[in-house]
C-alpha cells in the first residue's frame, strides 16, 4: 500500500518508518475486529453513545490531524465545518425531502467548497495570523447558524431530521449507528494512512519540516496546503452530517469555539504528526469530558460551563509544554533544518 519510489529515499529513519506502516497495517485489523464485537458484549447504551461521539471526533481529528501534523497548519475552524456539514445534511433531509443517505454524501461537499473558497487568502496568513484567521471564521459561522432562524431554526435548534437509513435498514439505534460510524473512521484511517506514505504525504512533510525550503524544490506549497485544507473541511462536514443523523436535533452550541478547541486538543495531546495520534486523542478528550461532567458539579457545585472551556486550554497549553509530539509519538521525525528538508521533498518536484 506504500508508495513504490519509497524504498529509493536514503534518509535517516527510514527503516524505522517501514516496520511502523507495517504495524499500523496489523493494528488497523486487529483493532477493527475488535471493535466489530464490542458491541456485541456491552449491552449499555450509555458506553455504545461515548464511542459513536468518539468516532464523529476521531474523523475530524484525523483530518486536523493530517492539516496540523503534516502540512504545518494551524485551525480553529474545524468546529465551523463540523456544523456546516451538520447543518447541510439535516436541512436537505429535513426541510427539502432528499433521502437521508443522499444528504449525508452532499453534506461534507458544502464546508468543502467552503474551505476552497476562504482557503487560498486564509492559508497566506503565518502563524498567529493564521490562527486568528480561522478563529474569526468559526465565530461567523457560529453567530450564522444562530441567526438565520428560518433556515436552521436559530438558537432552539433544527428538529424533523429523518432517520438515516441504508437500502431497507434504518439506523434507529446505537449499536447500527456504533457500526457505520467507525466503518467511516477506519476508512478514514486508511486513507489517512496511504495519504501520509504517498509523493503528496513526503511533500506535506517537507513543507513541515521548511516551506521555504520545500519551495526551493519545486514544491507547489500553497496548492497542497489548500488540498489538505478542504480534506479536513470535508472529513469533518462527513462527521457533522453524520451527527445530525444520529441526535436527529442540532442547534449551534455543538459547534462554537470550545469545540473548535477539542479538535486541536485531540490532535495535539494524540498526536498530530502520527496515525492514530487523533483517534487516541479523541479517547481522552471525550473522556476527560465525561469525568469533567460528573467531577465538576461535585467538587466545584457552583462552577459554570465557562470552567470546561478553562481545563481544556490550561491541558493545550501543557500538552504544548511537556509533550508537543502528542502521546503516539514515537519521537522518529527530529527537527531537520532547511536543506534536510529540501532533499525530502527532492522527488516531489512534480506533485
Not at 485489523?29 to 466489530?36: D, G, P, R
Not at 456485541?40 to 464511542?51: A, F, K, P, W
Not at 519545486?218 to 470535508?234: H, Q
Not at 481545563?311 to 532547511?338: C, D, N, T, W, Y
Amino acid at each position: 500500500m506504500g508508495p513504490s519510489g519509497a524504498e529509493h529515499n536514503n534518509f535517516p529513519g527510514d527503516e524505522v518508518e517501514l516496520v511502523l506502516r507495517n504495524k499500523n497495517v496489523i493494528l488497523i485489523v486487529l483493532i477493527a475486529a475488535l471493535f466489530a464485537v464490542f458491541p456485541l458484549m456491552v449491552t449499555s447504551g450509555y458506553y455504545l453513545g461515548i464511542l459513536v461521539i468518539v468516532g464523529f471526533y476521531s474523523i475530524v481529528a484525523i483530518g486536523l490531524g493530517l492539516l496540523l501534523g503534516y502540512a504545518g497548519q494551524v485551525s480553529f475552524g474545524q468546529a465551523a465545518f463540523y456544523g456546516l456539514g451538520a447543518y447541510a445534511a439535516a436541512i436537505l433531509s429535513g426541510t427539502y425531502g432528499w433521502p437521508p443517505l443522499l444528504a449525508l454524501a452532499a453534506a461534507p461537499l458544502l464546508p468543502a467548497a467552503v474551505a476552497a473558497v476562504i482557503g487560498q487568502p486564509i492559508l497566506k496568513l503565518k502563524e498567529h495570523f493564521l490562527v486568528l484567521a480561522t478563529l474569526g471564521f468559526g465565530i461567523l459561522v457560529y453567530i450564522l447558524m444562530k441567526e438565520f432562524v428560518d433556515l436552521t431554526g436559530g438558537p432552539s435548534g433544527y428538529t424533523g431530521i429523518p432517520y438515516l437509513s441504508i437500502g431497507g435498514l434504518v439506523l434507529s439505534t446505537d449499536k447500527q449507528f456504533f457500526y457505520l460510524v467507525w466503518f467511516l473512521a477506519f476508512l478514514t484511517l486508511v486513507g489517512a494512512w496511504n495519504l501520509v506514505n504517498s509523493r503528496m504525504g513526503r511533500a506535506l512533510r517537507a513543507i513541515h519540516g521548511s516551506e521555504p525550503a520545500a519551495e526551493a524544490a519545486g514544491i507547489d506549497t500553497a496548492r497542497l496546503k489548500l488540498k489538505v485544507f478542504i480534506l479536513s473541511a470535508f472529513l469533518a462536514g462527513l462527521a457533522g452530517g453524520l451527527y445530525a443523523f444520529y441526535i436527529s436535533f442540532i442547534s449551534p452550541s455543538p459547534f462554537g469555539f470550545h469545540a473548535s478547541i477539542q479538535f486541536v486538543l485531540m490532535a495535539v495531546v494524540g498526536g498530530a504528526a502520527t496515525i492514530w495520534g487523533p483517534v487516541v486523542g479523541a479517547f481522552v478528550i471525550v473522556g476527560l469530558i465525561e469525568f469533567l461532567r460528573w467531577a465538576v458539579p461535585v467538587v466545584l457545585p457552583k462552577a459554570g460551563g465557562e470552567f470546561e472551556i478553562i481545563f481544556f486550554g490550561l491541558i493545550l497549553v501543557l500538552a504544548l509544554l511537556f509533550r508537543p509530539e502528542g502521546i503516539m509519538s514515537h519521537k522518529r521525525r527530529k527537527q531537520r533544518s532547511e536543506p534536510d528538508a529540501g532533499k525530502e521533498a527532492a522527488g516531489t518536484c512534480s506533485t
